[in-house]
């Protein structure tokens, strides 16, 4: 599962002011939970292996020695959590399962389902640093200022293309002159 922040959530039901679903190192979700031996707290799995790989003690009791083991109930129920998508505002009516939030979003890539999520433009490689919503995409594509960016690009690709061939041909020049340094020192 993928890091969530409890701030950026919006849960179908009300969670039970008990129920600690936070990890007290990263304050996010936990992930992968693993629960301590010394005080019962919950972790994310890495969080607490990067604690005790630093030689740390518990980050809530102190105390030196504890086990960590993984704690399949309490991952069960945070996947289990019912969700509405975090691009609700925007207009997005998917609900569902925690567990499921990253592949709807599929942050960042152009394939996920949630057609209201900020996505990467397809020209970011010529200088385009928009950001559309992923239903947005084709007509943001479609904007002339892409023609600019690719102009640009492509002359940009030509100069370097030139300077390539220039080097190049320095490259075999000094290849002829080191063959030939070769031979008069065979001699």
């Keep these: 599962m993928a890091q969530f922040n ?41 969080c607490i292996e990067r604690v005790k790989a630093s030689n740390g003690s ?3 009791c102190k105390e030196k ?3 960590a083991i993984p704690d399949k109930k309490c991952s069960r129920i945070i996947n289990g959590l019912e969700v509405y998508c975090s691009n609700k505002e925007k207009g997005c009516q998917w609900k569902g399962e925690l567990k499921n939030m990253f ?20 020209f970011s490689w010529a200088g385009c640093n928009d950001k559309p919503l992923r239903k947005d995409v084709h007509v943001h594509t479609a904007d002339t200022k892409h023609m600019t960016l690719l102009a640009v690009a492509c002359g940009q690709l ?10 190049e041909e ?18």
Excluded: A
Excluded at 170 to 187: A, I, T
């Design 6 to 46: 409890k701030e950026e959530l919006s849960f179908v039901e009300d969670l039970p002011k008990h129920m600690e679903i936070e990890c007290p190192v990263c304050l996010n979700i936990l992930t992968d939970p693993h629960l301590v031996s010394c005080c019962g707290h919950n972790f994310c799995g890495s």
């Design 58 to 60: 518990c980050p809530m």
């Design 65 to 67: 020695e504890y086990q």
């Design 103 to 122: 592949t709807h979003l599929n942050k960042g890539k152009r394939e996920g389902e949630c057609q209201y999520q900020p996505v990467d433009c397809v």
């Design 158 to 167: 030509k100069k370097e293309n030139e300077q390539i061939k220039l080097l």
């Design 170 to 187: 320095k490259n075999q020049k000094l290849k002829s002159e080191v063959d030939k340094l070769e031979k008069h020192v065979e001699f």
